[in-house]
């Protein structure tokens, strides 16, 4: 059973930083491209990062190229969102996002994905 779990987020000034994490488990995780999905407080969810299963390319959101950075490692099953120059229209629930292939399969909203964990919080306000 695939079980995702965030950790990481919480209150950040504009400008700042913070750094989310998601453990994995149920799957073999080297195996599957991963990705970072949002949902800002009323609104859909909101594709923002993607890497390969091997880590040999990402891709991102236009919104955050250049300010936020998707990283695996697949040793210890555990995938990262590094989120530097935060602005309030980041604020959102963040999920973890597994893909069902080794590569991401894009369609007009973002990256597919199978399957999410339950989300961390991540505020952006000063």
């Known amino acids: 059973q695939v079980h995702l779990v965030e950790s990481g987020g919480g209150l950040a000034q504009p400008g700042g930083s913070l750094r989310l994490s998601c453990a994995a488990s149920g799957f073999v995780f080297s195996d599957y491209a991963m990705s970072w999905v949002r949902q800002a407080p009323g609104k859909g969810d909101e594709w923002v990062a993607g890497?390969?299963?091997?880590?040999?390319?990402?891709y991102y959101k236009d919104s955050v190229k250049g300010r936020f950075t998707i990283s695996r490692d697949n040793a210890k099953n555990m995938l990262y969102l590094q989120m530097n120059s935060l602005k309030p229209d980041d604020t959102a629930l963040y999920y973890c996002a597994k893909n069902p292939r080794s590569i991401l399969v894009f369609t007009s909203d973002g990256a597919r994905y199978d399957y999410r964990g339950q989300g961390t919080q991540v505020t952006v306000s000063s």
């Open positions: 890497i390969y299963s091997d880590g040999s390319n990402t």
